[in-house]
């Protein structure tokens, strides 16, 4: 089955700086990136995903860039805010019936002022 | 268009009871994934249902799990016999299609004393 790392385990940033989490996975035939981003004691809030036949999208201050050859991608937050300050999730799915989400350990951001 | 709606938000069983979770999905959408997440930790696929068909269920414990989604009303995550390891938060996604983002509900927050 699917097997999805996440690194680092936590990050901290100050306040305006440029924050990366990367992800790796290990089925090639996953196709669909989320990323999910969760406060404390609150839901999974999806907040940006990405397909296989895409390498790179952006929403506002967050982007996400996939390399299927490698088989990594990664979460890009730039002008962090303290309330960007969460645990974020990535996770990888697969086409028709296999569409569940596996999911990373998480990255816990901190963002000081 | 409200949102995905868990009930109860928090339940206490004591061992050997049951739980029964309750999971309504986005209006519109009619797939189901449930997610376990254990304190601390990332959440972890545990069924997918579409109305009354139970479509990959390779994440439920073999034994004391059960999950249904009939064609009227909300689909509900039942453990029988509950134990303290079951404490968990269970969280449930809806989907439009396969494939399709999942958004995820508040959340049910099991405590097994």
């Known amino acids: 089955g699917e097997n999805v790392e996440q690194h680092p385990s936590t990050l901290s940033v100050q306040e305006g700086d440029s924050a990366v989490i990367k992800c790796t996975y290990s089925?090639?035939?996953?196709?669909?990136f989320p990323w999910y981003k969760q406060e404390l004691g609150k839901r999974p809030q999806l907040i940006i995903d990405?397909?296989?036949?895409?390498g790179e999208k952006k929403d506002q201050r967050i982007a996400v860039t996939l390399n299927k050859t490698a088989k990594h991608f990664s979460l890009h937050i730039t002008e962090t805010q303290p309330e960007d300050s969460a645990v974020y999730f990535c996770a990888a799915s697969g086409a028709g019936t296999a569409s569940k989400l596996t999911f990373g350990t998480g990255t816990r951001l901190q963002v000081t002022l | 268009n409200a949102g995905v709606m868990q009930n109860p938000r928090h339940l206490v069983r004591r061992r050997g009871q049951e739980a029964r979770l309750r999971c309504s999905p986005m209006?519109?959408?009619?797939?189901v994934y449930w997610y376990r997440q254990l304190p601390e930790e990332g959440l972890k696929f545990m069924v997918y249902?579409?109305?009354?068909?139970?479509?990959?269920e390779s994440g439920m414990p073999k034994e004391r799990f059960s999950a249904e989604f009939p064609k009227e009303g909300p689909s509900i995550l039942r453990i029988q016999q509950v134990v303290r390891g079951d404490s968990a938060a269970y969280f449930c996604?809806?989907?439009?299609?396969?494939?399709?983002?999942?958004?995820f509900g508040p959340g049910t927050r099991l405590t097994v004393t």
């Open positions: 209006k519109g959408h009619s797939h």
């Open positions: 990405i397909r296989s036949n895409v």
């Open positions: 996604a809806s989907s439009p299609g396969q494939g399709a983002e999942q958004y």
């Open positions: 249902l579409q109305k009354e068909n139970i479509i990959d």
């Open positions: 089925d090639s035939a996953s196709n669909y």
